[in-house]
């Protein structure tokens, strides 16, 4: 994307019909740090990775709980994303004290995209830069929503979005089609697997990634670090591609895996600004 | 002065007297109860002026949605004002066309809220509102007042049916009755209170939600007795009095 001569405001078109300020917020999305989403006919898992700035900071909060029933993955401009769930928690909870139920995660998502929206129409605005992964239960199952700065919307299977979001989406668009009948513990291994993907070599550990679930008969929540590195050794997914089937009491394997000349730089790598090849326009995402 | 001054501070000027003091045409006891399918709901047609009997068409209550029924007594004029409120509701809700709507239970609580907000105002709707509804299987019943006190219960009633009904309701009702049992104990709570209730007019609808949808029986009267002995003679004894 090269600039041009259209893309100063937001609310100036060019001759093709784009929204070139739009579709540059699109792309501070791709810039962050991977998320990913999935889900079943009755849990929604959620999973990111860790970036931090530097060895001695720490990394930045990307999952957020919104409600017991709902919860959030963002990826680009953090800020954004908290500023959005600041308002989503906001909603949720005036939602429950009017109605004393759950707001249904299809409506909180298209408050959401026409709060996005607004901002694609105002000359004193900007988008929003940062996309969405929306996990919620509601009356008709389990939902996953992808929120994008232009104000659109999709439910989805499976998504990722982020940095090396790619080789997360080409993962799980092999698997997908399992995934409604999934168990929730297959769900999670599933999850760890894309996040493993987008990591590209680097070993899999729980200090560098975040995993989240929502599910019927259990509220949001985020796993905390010893549960995810417990999944993480017991399906064996730490350095190896795509292991076949679970072998829980292989504690050693996971020093084998480390040898095994897996090529990982900690940290720095290929983080600086991802030049992805994802060349298509946004918008048609 | 001083009166003036007391009441320029609590509640507001005078000048905007657009405040509910008190009650005009006002309807009286609602009665409802759960049953095996549902929620049955009884009320009379009567709106009185003060001691006056003076309508005696007035429908109490209504469905509200897919999944509701609301019945109230009070200030009828409170009680349309309310019908607003919650046509605007379910068109929202419908608006959305997304496979959820609001069910009883939200609705209950959407009114408390805004018996409270009101209250709050010191401009309340001069109501009591009992809400039932069936969504998915699960039975609904419960009730709110006109300064937001709410509840939910197997069998409620507002007014006078409080003290006249309810008491019959706690010895006779029990889970899942037919819809025949069900009617014959709200007729016996309605024929109390036709007796015993100054206000109540004989003539009255019963209304029945079910996970099907709500029914309102077009209106009727109850058989009521009056052929006590005593008062086939009402002035024996009172012979020689003026």
Sequence with gaps: MFRNQYDTDVTTWSPAGRLFQVEYAMEAVKQGSAAIGLRSKTHVVLGCVNK????????????????DHIGVAIAGLTADGRVLSRYMRNECINYSFTYESPLPVGRLVVQLADKAQVCTQRSWKRPYGVGLLVAGLDES?????????????????????????????????????????????????????????????????????TVAVVGVGEPFHILDQGTVQQMIDAFDIAGE?????????????????????VVAEPGDGADQGGATDEGVAPMDI | MDSKMQQHGLLGSESDSQRTLYPYVTGTSVVALK????????ADMGGSYGSTLRYKTVERMKA?????????????????????YLDELILYDNMWDDGN??????????????????????????????????KNGQKYLGMVSMIGVNFEDNHVATGFGNHLARPILRDEWHENLSFEDGVKLLEKCMRVLLYR??????????????????????PYSLKTFWGFSAFHNPTVGAEGSW
Excluded at chain 1, 178 to 190: G, H, P, Q, T
Excluded at chain 2, 112 to 123: A, D, E, G, I, Q
Excluded at chain 2, 197 to 218: C, F, M
């Design chain 2, 101 to 134: 709507s609001l069910g009883p239970k939200e609705v209950h609580n959407y009114l408390t809220r805004v018996m409270y907000n009101r209250r709050n105002k010191f401009n309340p709707l001069w109501n009591s509102l009992v809400l039932g509804g069936v």
């Design chain 1, 241 to 261: 591609r795509e292991a076949p089937a679970p072998e829980p009491d292989e504690a050693e394997e996971q020093g084998a895996a480390e040898e095994q000349g």
């Design chain 2, 64 to 84: 509200i949605g897919k999944h509701s029924l609301l019945g109230a007594s009070g200030e009828i004029s409170d009680f349309q004002e309310i019908l607003r």
């Design chain 1, 52 to 67: 931090a700035n530097s060895e001695l900071s720490s990394h930045q909060k990307k999952i957020f709980k919104v409600d």
């Design chain 2, 197 to 218: 209730d100054r206000s109540a007019v004989n003539k009255l609808q019963i209304a029945k939600i079910t996970e099907e949808g709500v029914t309102i029986s077009p």
């Design chain 1, 141 to 209: 199952g389990a939902h996953l929503y992808y929120n994008c700065p232009s104000g659109n919307y999709f439910e989805y299977q499976a998504f990722a979005i982020g940095s090396r979001s790619q080789a997360a989406k080409t993962y799980l668009e092999r698997r997908f089609e399992n995934f409604m009948d999934s168990s929730r513990e297959d769900l999670i291994k599933d999850a760890l697997m894309a996040i493993r993907e987008t990591l590209q070599g680097e070993t899999l550990k729980s200090s560098i990634c």
């Design chain 2, 35 to 42: 049953y095996k399918d549902g929620i049955l709901m009884a």
